[in-house]
């Protein structure tokens, strides 16, 4: 089942819905329609190559999931299939395809997880295609997971300084702000009766000025995602999933918007790794 996300009050009960990709259900979600422009991001110069690295390809299992988001998009649902470059950058993503000539950043991952920020090539999805220069803000950033088999029903675990995409400009502000800014965070997991709880926030400065996106929710089954604050009404938050990283260890991943102090809103995905 799809469902796209247009109107924040739809996506809000679609998210919450097991049947939903955005609500982590067993479906997938549609991206919405493609957005052109800079958006009031200033440019800059062109991208050149792939950047960032990956220890392994990551090992798509049976229920792998991935979130991709943009500009005029947000994306999440079942990885149905996948395309992983020598690079390391995942050029398709169920039916989400980068080609031509084609840059991906901020290049991360291993067998169990894999992150990037598509910068420059050909995007087409389902919705239709578009060209990103690489030049604006412009770009889409991805990362695909495995969902564990199951919750642990109790204990804490202690979790990585995290891995970021840069995050790009997305809206408001001054109109003058720069295409990218630089994010950290912070992450806390718990489990329990209800399932996982999340704590922490990523945090996101460009142009002198900050903001951040609060993680803190309780994502309640493996196939799910929680969204927080106002991550889909034109806001800061984020779109929370739980990930397996095998050997008893579990990822916290998230794409986000944060709204900075001056107005201007940037968005793109986290990674934490938790272990005992």
């Keep these: ?49 792939d950047s960032g690295s990956v220890s392994a390809k990551f090992a798509a299992g049976a229920s792998s999931r991935y979130q991709l988001v943009g500009v005029g998009s947000q994306t999440f649902g079942r990885l149905d ?35 990037g920020r598509w910068a420059a090539g050909t995007v087409t999805r389902s919705s239709g295609s578009e060209t990103l220069s690489g030049t604006d803000n412009r770009a889409y950033h991805y ?51 209800g399932g996982a709880t999340v704590g922490g ?23 799910s995602a929680s969204v927080t604050g106002a991550y889909l009404s034109g806001g800061s938050g984020a779109a929370v999933q739980i990930g397996d990283a095998g050997g008893g260890a579990f990822l916290v991943a998230a794409s986000y918007a944060a709204t900075l102090a001056n107005g201007a809103r940037y968005i793109g995905v986290a990674r934490f790794r938790c272990a005992a």
Excluded: R
């Excluded at 050029?91 to 894999?114: H, M, R």
């Excluded at 502000?173 to 489990?191: D, E, H, K, R, V």
């Excluded at 926030?201 to 196939?223: D, F, K, M």
């Design 201 to 223: 926030a990523v945090n996101v400065a460009a142009s002198g000025s900050a903001g951040s996106a609060t993680l803190g929710t309780t994502v309640s089954s493996t196939s």
């Design 1 to 49: 089942m799809t469902s796209k996300l247009l109107i924040p009050s739809i996506l809000s009960i679609a998210l919450l819905q097991a049947c939903g990709g955005g609500g982590g259900g067993d479906g997938g979600a549609a991206p919405a329609a493609s957005t052109s422009g800079s958006a009031g991001g200033s440019t800059g110069t062109p991208a050149s190559a």
């Design 81 to 115: 299939t996948s395309v992983q470059a020598s690079s390391g950058a995942m050029t398709k993503l169920s039916d989400a395809v980068l080609s031509g000539n084609s840059v991906t950043k901020d290049i991360s991952g291993d067998a169990s997880y894999a992150t």
């Design 143 to 193: 990362i695909a997971l495995n969902s564990p088999a199951q919750f642990p029903t109790t204990g804490s675990l202690s979790c990585d300084a995290g891995a970021f995409t840069t995050p790009t400009y997305k809206s408001g502000g001054s109109g003058t702000s720069p295409n990218t800014g630089s994010a950290s965070g912070s992450a806390t997991l718990s489990f329990g009766t």
